[in-house]
């Protein structure tokens, strides 16, 4: 039995050692927000935040996490109003089957959150950075959208 | 107006609900009339498009499935305009099996990019049926005449005042439904959903993990399996460890079928490290059959080739050459999977599915259960292009279920989805093209050489007494799902077709749709071709392109239209341009490609591209549609090859089967051409015309013209 603190809670998981951090969130805390692509880390639909950085969830084990801060697609909206990304990804209209867009939301809110200390990347780092396969290819409207986005978190 | 298929007398069939619920309604899209049952309540599985329940509350069946196309949000738009519904309100559920629901392929099918061509006018007749047995009910409950009423939102307007449709929905299904002469049918310009882009219904289920996917189901007393099929294609499981795989955690069985080990356990990691432990053992390849390898297919296709032998061209100049594409997987960023449970006298089935008449047939086979006992609850795709209209993933859960007794959902790894898709089939294709004394084609020969898909997918769709019948069937006919676009040349003079000979060699390894089907190739060959002929004339591709097409004024127009928007001619230095044209699915699609070329490293930096699909429901859905099939050929046209060797995919995951990223995508600009026309497809046109629009602009840049894909083969990596 491990403990994970995932969105803000503690949540006892019961697998072992090797348990990829994925299916312990999707299958043990029943958060299925969190999307299985390819278990290699090669796509990202699986990216969750552990302690602010993304992170490909198919690819560590559960077990090296405990005591971090594991933060899900579901948590970004707990309180009903969307993150920045998520706005700019609504206005935008980015998914189509939008079932890699979780992950894309994930990594792309780290970008966004650590522009406030680093400042906004260049758009080739943020190309480069926001790597995740999105088969329908809605990296059209996902640039924009990224843009979209540090407007929104910093346009105050 | 014109009723699309169906019956001018009675379309519409409104019924009287037992005691007090609402209106049902419905029509069919097939040739013979929908009789909706009365029924008490509309929950569970409605066989209606439409109900609309005492308490003003609304529900579409949608007959089309949702996998990122946006069927969920262009269908409802159109039923909705003229229905006058609440689009923040209106229900949309997933049609259920019921052949009432059939489409123009004559089954329950999403894929062909037929959902707004089929249901276009259906739809529209539906709703505004609807909405004028609504106000007959109205005016007779008011006191008025149906003149005075008007209706929004979901509510009939009188004097002032509004009434939810709901209060007259008892009243209304007891009036007999509109005669399709009757109907009163918007005009365009009355339109307030039709033609505006909306935003899709599913978005903001999708950027907060809420959308729930066929991977998602839960289902109570459910197991978790992971599948490991045979590597090579035809062979059977012989040997496994099925101790080391008990022996792990929360396994509870390893179940043989014909070409596959089911791992079954509480938890789908359980099964997944389990499956990792069996040390299986298959039976070897069957040397029966040709197409061990890549290499003995193509050269199976060179001896198709050369026994049928080439025309004999006697025109001034003559392009003799030949074109190939190698096979490709779908590669759903959801992976393959299903959820059945199969009980004595029922069977529910749970699955991201492009077709429940495909689902039902395989379970038929399997279970012996007729249609009524089969229930299909379709969930959200993650993705389809295709391959979802398959069975193989939902006959295997169907297996796993009656093994267990219990429901069982199976999730394939990635590795599992690439080695065992339904792939684009390999395609070699030789022409002999002869042009007059001005370089203008007079004469258009093309043998071409693939597996057959038909071959392998009638038989699921046959009654087992016809089985035998798909080989010399398609031998006789042919496949026109690989033959698509190859007898549509519009270069040629006016009343000039093509010759082209379609030659079918079968191979072991699975064949079927990938999004554009045989476009993907056929326009390759075409596009690419054409513009060598213009290369030879010394003639600008464009130009000589638009000057062949005075007969074909469709599709001259996107031609022109993308040629100004993408500034033809006029590329920064160093930019280089290449043009492609389609017509494929009913529409008319044309494209400019503007790259750059270092060191064999290629940037895509703008694609634009001119659609003509007749009228467009959502504009935004119809972008969205245009932009991710130019990223996914993109991807194709670059790095795309699935490989054979030893009778197996050599590929495995994103690693050597490799996707577009953001950095590699180029911008993209669309523009649909306004138009009064019909619908006609939109979901995969974006795809055809990439591939040898980007070729033709390699050849601008001063590059060797490529014959056959992908472009990592010739050395060239995306930038």
Not at chain 1, 45 to 60: I, K, Q, Y
Not at chain 2, 470 to 476: E, G, Q, V, Y
Request: with cysteine.
């Amino acid at each position: 039995m491990i403990i994970l603190n995932i969105n803000g809670q503690n949540v006892a998981v019961d697998v072992d050692n090797d348990t990829p951090l994925l299916w312990a969130i999707r299958e043990e805390a029943q958060l299925t927000g969190t999307k299985f692509g390819c278990g290699i880390g090669q796509c990202g639909a699986c990216t969750v935040l552990v302690n602010g950085n993304p992170m490909r969830s198919c690819s560590v084990p559960a077990s090296a996490l405990q005591g971090m801060n594991i933060e899900t697609i579901e948590s970004l909206a707990a309180d009903g109003s969307l993150n920045a990304v998520q706005q700019a990804w609504l206005e935008l209209d980015v998914p189509q089957c939008g079932y890699c867009q979780s992950g894309q939301i994930m990594a792309a809110t780290a970008l966004v959150r650590q522009a406030k200390t680093s400042g906004k990347p260049s758009q080739e780092s943020l190309e480069q950075q926001l790597n995740n396969i999105c088969r329908c290819g809605t990296y059209n409207r996902i640039r924009p959208a990224l843009d979209r986005a540090f407007d929104l978190a910093y346009q105050a | 107006m014109q009723l699309h298929n169906l019956s001018r007398r009675r379309f519409l069939q409104g019924t009287a609900a037992v005691g007090a619920s609402g209106l049902l309604i419905g029509c069919s899209s097939g040739p013979e009339l929908a009789l909706p049952t009365p029924r008490q309540e509309p929950v569970g599985e409605m066989h209606e498009w439409l109900f609309i329940g005492i308490d003003n509350k609304i529900i579409m069946t949608n007959p089309q499935t949702e996998m990122g196309q946006g069927v969920n949000t262009s269908l409802p738009q159109i039923l909705a305009e003229e229905l006058d519904a609440d689009w923040n309100t209106l229900e949309v559920r997933q049609a259920p099996l019921n052949s009432k629901f059939n489409n123009s392929m004559m089954m329950q099918m999403t894929g062909g990019s037929t959902a707004v061509k089929d249901y276009y006018h259906s739809l529209r007749a539906v709703g505004a049926g609807a909405r004028q047995m609504i106000l007959k009910a109205a005016a007779a409950e008011l006191g008025t005449s149906v003149t005075s009423l008007k209706t929004e939102n979901a509510h009939v307007i009188y004097q002032g005042k509004a009434y939810p449709y709901g209060q007259f929905a008892n009243s209304a299904a007891n009036l007999p439904a509109p005669d399709a002469d009757d109907l009163v049918l918007k005009s365009d310009s009355q339109f307030k959903l039709i033609g505006k882009p909306v935003t899709h219904r599913d978005t903001h289920a999708r950027i907060t993990g809420q959308a729930n996917y066929g991977i998602d189901v839960q289902v109570p007393n459910m197991l978790n399996a992971a599948i490991v099929h045979a590597p090579i294609f035809g062979s059977k499981p012989l040997k496994w460890d099925e101790q080391a795989a008990l022996a792990v955690k929360g396994v509870k069985k390893v179940i043989a079928i014909d070409h596959a080990l089911i791992v079954v356990a509480d938890k789908y990691w359980q099964a997944k490290k389990a499956a990792a432990v069996l040390k299986a053992s298959f039976s070897a390849y069957n040397a029966a059959m040709p197409g061990i390898s890549t290499a003995d297919i193509n050269q199976a296709y060179s001896d198709a080739l050369d026994e049928e032998g080439q025309a004999e061209v006697k025109a001034p100049h003559v392009i003799n050459v030949e074109y190939s594409v190698p096979f490709l997987a779908h590669t759903t960023m959801e992976p393959m999977n299903a959820t059945a449970w199969v009980q004595a006298d029922r069977v529910d089935l749970w699955i991201p599915s492009q077709s429940q008449t495909v689902s039902a047939a395989f379970t038929k086979a399997i279970t012996g259960m007729d249609d009524e006992q089969i229930h299909i609850h379709n969930t959200l795709m993650g993705g389809g292009f295709g391959r979802r209209g398959e069975g193989d993933f939902v006959a295997e859960a169907v297996l796993a279920s009656m093994a267990m007794g219990q429901p069982v959902k199976i999730t394939w790894s990635r590795e599992e989805d690439v080695q065992h898709d339904m792939y684009r089939p390999m395609v070699m294709s030789r022409f002999q093209v002869g042009l007059d004394a001005n370089f203008k084609p007079i004469e258009w020969h093309n043998q071409f050489v693939s597996s057959s898909v038909m071959r392998r997918v009638m038989p699921v769709l046959l009654p087992d007494f016809l089985d035998w019948l798909a080989p010399p069937l398609t031998n006789i006919i042919g496949d026109m799902i690989i033959g698509e676009g190859a007898n549509h040349i519009a270069y040629l003079p006016e009343g000039e077709k093509p010759n082209a000979t379609q030659l079918l060699v079968d191979t072991n390894v699975p064949v079927g749709a990938w999004r554009s089907v045989g476009h993907s190739s056929n326009c390759f060959f075409t596009e690419s071709i054409i513009d060598e002929a213009a290369h030879l004339a010394q003639q600008d591709p464009y130009q000589y392109r638009t000057g062949l097409m005075t007969h074909t004024p469709r599709e001259q127009a996107v031609l022109d239209l993308v040629a100004k928007q993408a500034n033809w001619g006029k590329a920064p230095t160093g930019h280089f341009q290449g043009i492609a044209v389609e017509f494929a699915f009913m529409s008319y699609t044309a494209m400019v490609v503007e790259m750059s070329i270092e060191n064999n490293a290629i940037k895509v930096h703008k694609v634009t591209c001119a659609v003509d699909c007749g009228k467009v429901v959502n504009p935004n859905g119809a972008i969205a549609q245009i932009e991710g099939g130019i990223n996914f050929a993109l991807s194709a046209t670059m790095q795309g090859e699935i490989s054979i060797d030893d009778g197996r995919v050599q590929q495995s995951n994103f690693h050597d089967y490799p996707l577009l990223r953001l950095a590699q995508s180029p911008v993209i600009d669309v523009h649909l051409m306004p138009s009064k026309e019909a619908p006609t497809g939109l979901g995969e046109v974006g795809v055809p015309p990439l591939a040898p629009a980007l070729c033709n602009a390699l050849v601008a840049a001063g590059e060797q013209r490529v014959r056959s894909l992908p472009l990592s083969k010739h050395g060239y990596r995306l930038a």
